[in-house]
């Protein structure tokens, strides 16, 4: 993990190459944090941007783009004179991504920078391999790095086939495939809060946890992506990452040291203990829903198949709940609880980790008072760690109270978090591998969805609908009651 913010002295120059330099995450996402990297004076001054995109546009109408696109982005006060030296970083080169010119512009423009190349793919995972032929034969590879964005692929043999083959040309070293979530503050703070005390790790296990809850809900619909969604679905956008990421980090054995790689093999541990699916495994345990219309924020919203660019018949599913089970001496016997979905009733994305009641109450019915016992771990909106326990009310009765002793990082560290991709580009630039995924982990989330795709592309297989700005079909709490557990849902 990154102990400590970037600085320049990191890196000898850079030429930071981002394929899809006009697409919706180059403009919300990159080049922000980009900016923000420079704003902090972590970027070494010899970098240069080099966007790389199929919009006909000169150098200096990039620029405006950038101008109108990307500063409505970025957060906080932006002081001009290091905006237009931001703005003096970038190069841009257009072109289409299939044709040998790009790539010979891009030669050219690449002469002009020194340092580590890093190749970006910040485009559909189709243009991976073929972008990755074109840059080795124009000899621009060696010693370079290759940034994958997800879903990397469409399936494990899809993604097999695109490790397969741009493994060809980048070494595993070489190639960072990129999962925000990782580079989220409250995720690095997950570590610390396992193997920086010593007093939950004795907890943290099936004789003391009864249940992990993991959420990352939404309240934005698919808009602007609605192409890339109807043929993703929330399975593959996210659970496949996000959710399975923050499940192997709780479940994993204290890694021997925070380097990249004592890190990924015991996520990688936790990922191939994950109890394989079989069908009626599915159809027990994995909720498949899909939005329709409703109110988010009390806005009305269309539903999924309604949105500009949907399939009137599509059958993707914008929510998934499921239960699974990892099967290691640790957590034998304890459920974990996955919820992703769209147009929830909450922007949320937290773990819940419920212990087990105690054996004999000696003070009173503890029956009532459900969420005491719970450590509830909110990487965003606010990052927070609180503990609910139970305490005495003053008076003469013992009558007892659910309590929380609470962690809330904003308040307590009163400075600018970074953001997780200004984190996460700056660990490319660097070369730290430790924050991204190894080809194995990935391999091991795309296997164990498989058998979910599979049957959900079987006759009789159907998505569950629910109204938007609620938690999803009712199937989703069901599964949760059939274990005697629930959601946690609005606690603040
Ligand atoms: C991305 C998914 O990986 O994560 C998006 O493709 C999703 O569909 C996003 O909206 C959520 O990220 P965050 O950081 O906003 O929770």
Known sequence: MTERFTSVEDSTGFAFVLF??????????????????????????????VSVAQTALDPSGYLEWVNDQVKPHISGTIDMQVWREFLERIVYVSGDLDKPEVFSSLSDALSATHGTRIFYMATGPALFVPVCHALAEAGLTEGARLVLEKPLGYDLESSNAINDAVGKIFDEDQILRIDHYLGKEAVQNLFALRFGNSLFEPLWRREWIESVHITVAEELGVGGRETFYDQTGALRDMVQNHPLQLLAIVAMEPPQSIDADSVRDEKLRVLHALKPMGAEDIRQNVVRGQYRAGAVRGETVDGYIDEPGIRQDSSTETFVALKTDVENWRWAGVPFFLRTGKRLAASVAEIVINFRAVPHSAVGSIALRPGSNRLLIRLQPDELIRLGVLAKQPGLDMTLQKVHLNLAFDQLFQRRKMDAYQRLLLDVIAGRLALFVRRDEQQAAWNWIAPILREWNAPGSFTRLYVAGMWGPAAASALLARHGTCWLEEEN
């Open 20 to 49: 899809g330099g006009t697409g919706d995450l180059a403009r919300r996402k990159l080049l922000p944090a980009l900016y923000a990297a420079h704003r902090d004076g972590m970027l070494d001054l010899d970098g240069k941007i």
